[in-house]
């Protein structure tokens, strides 16, 4: 089993930053990736982000490339999401979730931090 607990949500003006953390304990021995993904009420949730363990590699959805930055600690086994210039349609919850291994995209998912960017 592997748990999630992500802290770091909030309320901010809009074109103000936010750093999500996401935190994994367990069984992570074999941890492939980790990501960040969001959802808005009233729609489904999308993939925002995401970072491969060993090499670091990243992936942004379209609507956050330059304005998100994902990045790893492989040591504490955390992974942040730093947000920058938010707009008020960057409003979801946020969720981080894991590969357990290479053959098990997403599986373990954590419970969800709000963020909430006013106009």
């Known amino acids: 089993q592997v748990q999630l607990v992500e802290s770091g949500g909030g309320l901010v003006q809009a074109g103000g930053s936010l750093r999500l953390s996401c935190a994994a304990s367990?069984?992570?021995?074999?941890?492939?990736?980790m990501g960040w993904f969001r959802q808005a009420p009233g729609q489904e949730r999308e993939f925002v982000a995401a970072i491969t363990w060993r090499s670091g590699s990243t992936s942004y959805a379209n609507s956050v490339k330059g304005r998100f930055t994902i990045s790893r600690d492989n040591a504490k086994n955390t992974v942040y999401l730093q947000m920058n210039s938010l707009k008020p349609e960057d409003t979801a919850v946020y969720y981080c979730?894991?590969?357990?291994?290479?053959?098990?995209?997403?599986?373990?998912w954590g419970q969800g931090t709000q963020v909430t960017v006013s106009s």
């Open positions: 979730a894991l590969d357990s291994t290479v053959w098990s995209p997403f599986d373990y």
């Open positions: 367990g069984r992570t021995f074999s941890l492939s990736r």
